[in-house]
């Protein structure tokens, strides 16, 4: 039966094969959404053993952060954006989980973030996560738990209104979108525990910020922030 179902798995993927989503290339077997060209050439940054990084320095003065770190660095045109887009718009969760798994084994390598008790994913209004059919935060939230084994806590941070999408406002009102738009159902779990809240892409991080702002009102709570990028 195991032979079988190999021989009819070998011909589906004959027939159907499965692409990269950053270049459109066959993969291989042993290649998983992005093949390992692709991964090896996105613009990785040394961000997780930098604790001075771009996206610390970002928070400085309007967070209180312990650490933060992006994977890549963001840039129009680049195939990170592709597969960013295909993550949030085209239904593919499996791009976050790969890129989520990829930020994980870079953040236990650094040994940097071994102190960290839940993953946070930052929330979507519950209307828009039914009509994309997930949170991306979320799907990259889970990835990083895979390899680190730290808990994934999805549903404690919530957003209680609807905002406009942040990518056609500027940095004013950015932060006027997001502000006091953030609940946290289970304060008491999170009291003096060590959180790393979880995003695709940092911008401005008015919505990073808003949640964070949140999180802290939690007694003893420390706070750190992991994204996939950096713009």
């Known amino acids: 039966m ?121 929330p979507l209004h519950p209307k828009r996560e039914k009509q994309r059919g997930y949170n991306q935060s979320n799907v990259i939230g889970y990835g990083i738990s895979e390899i680190t084994k730290i808990p994934l806590m999805p549903d404690n941070l919530t957003r209680n209104i609807e905002t406009v999408t942040q990518t056609k406002i500027n940095k004013e009102d950015r932060w006027k979108n997001v502000s006091g738009k953030f609940l946290i159902s289970d304060p008491v779990v999170l009291k003096n525990k060590h959180v790393l809240l979880v995003d695709d892409v940092v911008t401005t991080g008015s919505t990073l910020e808003a949640c964070g702002e949140t999180l802290l009102t939690v007694p003893g709570l420390k706070l750190s922030i992991a994204v996939l990028a950096k713009a």
């Open 2 to 122: 195991n032979i079988l179902s190999k021989y009819i798995k070998d011909f589906w993927f004959l027939l159907f094969p499965h692409v990269c989503e950053a270049c459109g290339n066959i993969l291989y077997k042993n290649e998983e959404t992005i093949c390992i060209k692709c991964l090896y050439e996105l613009p990785r940054t040394d961000y997780c053993y930098d604790e001075e990084n771009p996206v610390t320095i970002l928070f400085t003065g309007r967070l209180n952060i312990s650490k933060a770190t992006a994977l890549f660095s963001f840039h129009k045109g680049s195939r990170f954006r592709k597969l960013l887009h295909n993550l949030k718009y085209k239904s593919k969760p499996e791009i976050g989980i790969l890129l989520g798994k990829e930020l994980g084994a870079e953040m236990l390598k650094s040994g940097n973030f071994n102190d960290i008790d839940y993953i946070i994913p930052v």
